[in-house]
């Protein structure tokens, strides 16, 4: 099969003012960025705001495993097929950011014939929105520390300074740092780090906001640091909310490609699914939703993390919720959780298949706790084999969900017809959508809640320090936020090596951490990576661009 | 007056496909950045190949002053006045950094009724191109740490590492900075620093690459490191130059926009002038020279760094000159090289006016030297009078220069259809262009002749530690470069308190430095500022966007 770029290389483009037009978007809500990428005016939501809703599906997979799921693919396909049925259907993705790219062969366009395009564009620079929010991220830094030296009047502790410096690069050195050595010239000396740029605060802020008005108030609510007194400091304490805005003036609107097949694509904005929400841009699904019959859209990591983040803290704030949720998994995959080593992975195994449908199990009984239908996507790999897909369709029928084979990565649209029949079944079925906690419930409640429900622990453990930051929070008047859970998505669990379906263990909470301009508080249960490395052969050394053009290294 | 950005939103842009048109670049050729803004391809050069070249007007200043000279309006409002004249003519600028726009107020887009538009984004994000080459810049970094993490093969030198991280922001705190922190899984402890992106040896090389090949050469040829051995370590011992050339895929192409009187505009690159060559990329310079009768295009700080590095280095390399040099004064500067303070600028003052002519007088001989005829623009203050112009005026001509009005930041084109006219006649007379250096000049004599010729000191000191690291470029044969001499701007001296006319003073070099990317060596005379940083109240704090996008304090 040909590599992904080299498909990409193939495929023939449609303008995309021919794609806007299909979606009759006038000319003075877009800009093009190229020929086959526009950005759509955030202020275009106010001529849709009296139109009808389309369908949300919402695309989550089983745990992640090496073997990989290809939620995204998946996603695409998806929404390509449903096209190819006749329904106007728009895929919204999250954007890629260009750091892992440069680290770890694969960017995050889809694969094979299921991809958005133009994937190397998307893959890098895009239409800058990553690189904005970089800067307004480290202008926070840069006035912060401009105000420390300057006397600091709003008697800022250099010690409790919560807000780090940020890059969209995979860059292990950077983590930990220690900035304004040199002298009084060069500032106040103190310990800081970077994060990836999509870890950052910022990102989630753009990803949630309704408005410039709306993202300038949650970009002032972003608590940076405390002061002497243990008081949070603010964003707006520094006067900067506006620059800030000003700054992602243009990220803040939703970009528009296509697919593969010429079908309509948002990508926009890339929270992670841990230390954030994890979907794309509100603007792009609600925009969207507006725009086409279907919406597909998705949500990173496993159901645990992504799609409950969905159902728990997006539904209730944006009153949107998935007509269908479609929960990918592959037979590879869940082999890997039934035990089966990575190395063995294609040879048929009704054993450990058997065995790791378990894990599909959780997320199935977990997704139904919502009250949304919900329908399992089978991601064929060739070596997969009749009596593995007879087992893991007959496994989700009784369990209630029917489980269609997706092909897509091989087949673009065709290989994903028959689950697109089934989600248009699956979305006039019955939806007693409703989240698992409410606002009222404490903080320790909604924690009780979620790890009893979703993550299967026995009991719940709180961390000294976590206590200790509940005071804080309820001091303040942040404690009646949602809940974000940063755990590993390698299990359903907070221990990654907890494969398949762990329960009755203690689930333990270390520390919160607030986002007040995104509007939650995050639980942290394990170390959460902000700041990749490069591994020590980077793909930066396999990327190339010859004097043509000619693009290599890119899937 | 109107503010900047309140002359910029009543102008009346045109569609840049209209601006492309008139240039009749074939729309294969140039994608657009929203409505106003369009990118040409690179490979329209070869398009244009057998085309004449149109007359080149190089735009530099006497010697900076707080007072300011106005150079970019100047170059802006004598290209759009060559247009009033039914000249063709394009001016092309380096691009604004955005960093320093949240420093202090001022934009770089020209001001008044002589802008380059859109100015909001040309000073903000404008088409990525920065943002591309921070990427690149850090992607070395990021490698070469996961390289001495992962064995580090190379032997690099850990404390001597020449290659810093950089940020398009004014953030002092990470000039010097340590690294690494954390223990073994954040890679090994070192030394390391931020430089603006502005400062970055990749700006210096996208601005001299003549295609992707030439650039990949060139991102290769950059010496990062010395190993353990004291031998150079360039980006092409990494492997990597694929990969930054692919990040730089799209940075590589002119940005495309108008003038606030619809005239074409070329805004691309902006390397520094004094540890760079200081001028927009030579892929504008030279694409705009095959598409119109004239090209105005500017030197960064005054004619001693921005316009001696055009003449002895650009020229030279890319087989091009100006055939007239417009040197800009204004009579408040003149008065400040004279003696005068910065509170009574705007009093007519005969005395220190004669005083300060004395530096005219420096820079207008320099130029001669190099046999280019030179223009003299006064950039006319309304607080200027009759007498003190007619001064000015006469001792131009003494000089054998014709100097001429210019009033374009308040009367656009017409302000400086004077100058537009002495520009029509200048570029007929004779003209001797040579360089002041050959490259057989060795890196000594080539100090001398400048140290004489142009900053006209008495003696010329190297350090030892300069005359050591003579020794090192011998020995690995970057010898035999050109030379970029970075000193201060606010003296032909490298001594900032010394203005007028200096001379018969000793000149210092404490250092040089390689860049063998770009193709020079650099004279370190005097310390070199390449991490800003901001001030007590930072224009961060005057932005702002409304909900209707109007922009608030850009200026």
Redesign the interface.
């Given at each position: 099969m040909l590599t992904d770029i080299e498909i990409a290389r193939k495929a023939k483009l449609e303008k995309i003012d021919n794609i806007a037009e299909k979606l009759n978007i006038p000319e003075e809500y877009y800009?093009?960025?190229?020929?086959h990428i526009a950005?759509i005016s955030n202020?275009y939501m106010k001529e849709l705001k009296d139109k009808k809703d389309g369908k949300l599906i919402l695309v989550t997979a089983i745990t992640p495993t090496p073997a990989g799921e290809g939620k995204t693919t998946t996603s695409i396909g998806l929404s390509m097929a449903l096209n190819k049925l006749e329904k106007k259907s728009i895929v919204a993705l999250r954007e890629p950011s260009?750091g892992p790219v440069?680290g770890i062969k694969g960017g995050a366009a889809g694969g094979g014939y299921s991809q958005v395009l133009p994937m190397e564009d998307i893959n890098?620079?895009f239409t800058?929105d990553i690189?904005?929010i970089?800067?307004a991220h480290?202008?926070v830094?840069?006035?912060l520390?401009?105000h420390i030296?300057?006397?600091n009047k709003l008697n800022i502790d250099t010690t409790r300074i919560l807000w780090k410096?940020a890059?969209?690069?995979?860059?292990?050195?950077?983590?930990?740092?220690?900035?304004?050595?040199?002298g009084k010239?060069?500032?106040?000396t103190r310990e800081?780090g970077f994060i990836i740029t999509a870890a950052s605060e910022v990102m989630a802020v753009l990803c949630l906001a309704e408005?410039?008005?709306d993202l300038k108030k949650k970009l002032a609510s972003i608590v940076i640091a405390r002061n002497l007194k243990g008081e949070p400091v603010t964003i707006g304490d520094?006067?900067?909310e506006?620059?800030l805005?000003?700054?992602l003036?243009?990220a803040i609107n939703p970009n528009l490609v296509q697919t593969i097949e010429n079908t309509p694509a948002l990508i926009h904005g890339g929270p992670f699914a841990n230390i954030a929400h994890g979907t794309n841009s509100m603007m792009a699904t609600k925009m969207a939703l507006k725009m086409t019959d279907y919406v597909v859209t998705e949500a990173g990591f496993g159901a645990d993390l992504g799609a409950e983040k969905f159902l728990d803290f997006v539904s209730p704030t944006f009153k949107l919720h998935p007509d269908t949720v479609v929960l990918v998994a592959t037979i590879r995959a869940l082999k890997y959780h039934g035990g089966q080593k990575l190395d063995t992975i294609s040879e048929e195994n009704l054993e450990t298949l058997n065995k790791g449908l378990e894990n599909l199990k959780v997320h199935i009984e977990n997704l139904k706790k919502f009250g949304v239908p919900v329908v399992v996507a089978i991601n064929k790999f060739a070596t997969d084999t009749e009596k593995e897909i007879q087992i893991v369709k007959d496994y989700a029928e009784n369990l209630g969900s029917k489980a269609s084979i997706n092909t897509s990565f091989a087949d673009g649209s065709s290989g994903a017809i028959e689950l697109a029949k089934e989600v248009i079944e699956s979305v006039e079925k019955e939806n007693n959508y409703k989240p698992l906690y409410t606002l009222e419930n404490t903080l320790e409640e909604k924690l009780e809640i979620l790890s009893k429900e979703i993550y299967r622990a026995g009991t719940l453990e709180l961390t000294p320090t976590a206590k200790s930051k509940i005071k804080f929070l309820r001091k303040y008047g942040y404690d009646n936020l949602p809940l974000i859970v940063a755990k590993t998505q390698s299990s359903i669990s907070d221990d990654k090596k907890k494969l398949g379906a762990p329960n009755g263990y203690k689930f333990t909470v270390r520390d919160f951490e607030l986002s007040a301009g995104a509007g939650f508080i995050v639980a942290l249960a394990g170390e959460i990576m902000r700041m990749p490395?490069?591994?020590?052969i980077?793909?930066?050394?396999?990327?190339?661009?010859?004097?043509d053009?000619i693009?290599?290294?890119l899937s």
């Open positions: 800009n093009n960025y190229g020929k950005k202020h260009l440069m890098l620079h800058g690189h904005a970089t800067t480290n202008l830094s840069a006035v520390d401009a030296k300057y006397g410096r890059m969209d690069m995979n860059d292990r050195a950077l983590r930990n740092i220690v900035i304004g050595l040199g010239a060069n500032g106040v800081d408005s410039i008005t520094l006067k900067i506006g620059s805005a000003l700054v003036k243009d490395g490069l591994g020590k980077p793909n930066a050394v396999n990327l190339d661009i010859d004097k053009g693009i290599k290294g």
